[in-house]
């Protein structure tokens, strides 16, 4: 061997050493197959229930478009990111293309199974976990079927090799915490529910893989103690530096420590397949503890909202006709969503929701560190050859 190729090899492996990523080849995947709730929705919630009003949608798409946001969320960000189309909700039966996959997230869905199933009083979605598990295994079956068959709808269902190759996606676990805040549970006793909650999406996540799933992008929860939902309705807890209710974010720590547990759990019993943690959490606390720093104001008060602190009511939802003085009007979104954090006291704007898919996408908030066109590699070093 000459000089010159000893001193490249000695270069190349000291650069994939020093930065083990760029080693990595990009993932292909070909499909997305997102499990959550509001989070992440596309359409599934109002293709059950009632339609969103104006101004949702209004940023990006110009009208309502499935999305608890004034446009786009995270999963759409993900979605362009891989070169494919936004996710069809499966439960939409109109105009719908799973070429590239399905959105089962509804809004309002838990992990476990919700006490109170809407339309009840603070009801939740009866689309849980579990059920969008079993509606996987629906299109899972039926969409082959429906290509075996041939025919127009043939063309809109994913090839079968997608199954294995594609990412899964998981946001979902926001509305477990918030059933039990709503539910006249104390902040320990919802404190004590995490275990079971998170035991559940493991199990779920277990018959994922078992379907063939081998590419899991995992977001932890975010500080639901920093949104006017929470904060309007539990005025007397105890505020951080920041304005956000302490001890309702300590029991969303807790819920991502367990979960993260929950993933090193899950590595240790499917190590073929690739477990990625996203700490979603720390991204989105951010944007409430230093917003001027990323381009934003006024983070605790919603940009579409009437009423209160921080521009929240129940009883005056985003888009709601609503009375004041004797005259009628309609809740409104404030002059520049562009520069607002939380949209209508329980989601997020598209800019912040750009943001936090910006800052995640890179790898600096995963467990391993890889970024998400990566996430198909089990860890940073197992494909150099290296120990890390």
Same mark, same amino acid.
Not at 2 to 16: G, R
Not at 33 to 51: K, L, W
Not at 205 to 221: D, E, Q
Not at 269 to 286: I, L, R
């Given at each position: ?65 499935? *999305?608890? !946001? ?22 939409? !039966? ?7 996959? %399905? ?43 429906? *290509? ?10 994913? *090839? ?71 904060? %309007?309705?539990?005025? !007397? ?76 009511? !129940? ?24 520069? *607002? ?22 790898? %600096? ?24």
């Amino acid at each position: 061997m000459t000089n010159i190729s000893s001193f490249c090899l000695v270069f190349f492996t000291l650069l994939t050493i020093l930065n083990p990523i760029s080693a990595l080849k990009s993932c292909e995947f070909p499909a997305i197959f997102n499990f959550g709730d509001s989070n992440s929705d596309t359409g599934g919630f109002v293709a059950s229930f009632p339609p969103l009003n104006s101004p949702y949608g209004e940023t990006y798409f110009q009208m309502p478009a499935g *999305r608890f !946001s004034d446009g786009r969320v995270i999963i759409d960000f993900v979605a362009k990111s891989l070169n494919l189309s936004f996710l069809s909700a499966y439960l939409d !039966s109109l105009g719908t293309n799973f070429t590239v996959g %399905a959105n089962f997230a509804t809004a309002a869905s838990t992990i476990t199974l919700p006490a109170r199933i809407i339309p009840a009083n603070n009801g939740f979605s009866p689309f849980f976990f579990l059920v969008q598990y079993n509606q996987f295994v629906q299109l899972k079956d039926r969409s082959q079927l429906i *290509r075996k068959q041939g025919g127009v709808f043939a063309r809109l269902m994913p *090839r079968e090799e997608y199954f294995q190759k594609a990412l899964y996606t998981f946001d979902i676990g926001q509305n477990d915490l918030g059933a039990g805040f709503f539910g006249n549970m104390s902040v320990e006793e919802v404190n004590a529910s995490v275990p079971n909650i998170v035991n559940t999406f493991l199990t779920n996540v277990k018959s994922i893989y078992n379907l063939g799933a081998r590419s899991f992008w995992i977001h932890n929860t975010g500080p639901i103690g920093c949104l006017g939902y929470v904060l %309007a309705n539990f005025p !007397s807890a105890e505020k951080d530096s920041v304005g956000c209710a302490k001890s309702y974010n300590e029991v969303a720590q807790y819920f991502n420590y367990e979960l993260k547990e929950t993933v090193l759990q899950l590595r240790k019993v499917f190590p073929s397949a690739a477990f990625t943690y996203v700490d979603v959490y720390s991204v989105k606390y951010s944007l409430f503890s230093e917003p001027k720093k990323h381009g934003f104001e006024l983070p605790l008060v919603a940009c579409c909202g009437y009423g209160g602190l921080y521009n929240y009511s !129940s009883s005056a939802g985003c888009g709601a006709t609503i009375t004041v003085n004797g005259t009628q009007i309609t809740v409104g979104s404030c002059d520049d969503p562009s520069v *607002r954090v939380v949209w209508d006291g329980i989601h997020y704007t598209e800019a912040a929701n750009k943001f936090i898919f910006e800052q995640i996408s890179t790898g %600096a908030f995963s467990d391993p560190p890889i970024p998400l066109k990566m996430a198909c590699h089990r860890t940073v070093g197992q494909y150099i050859g290296i120990n890390l």
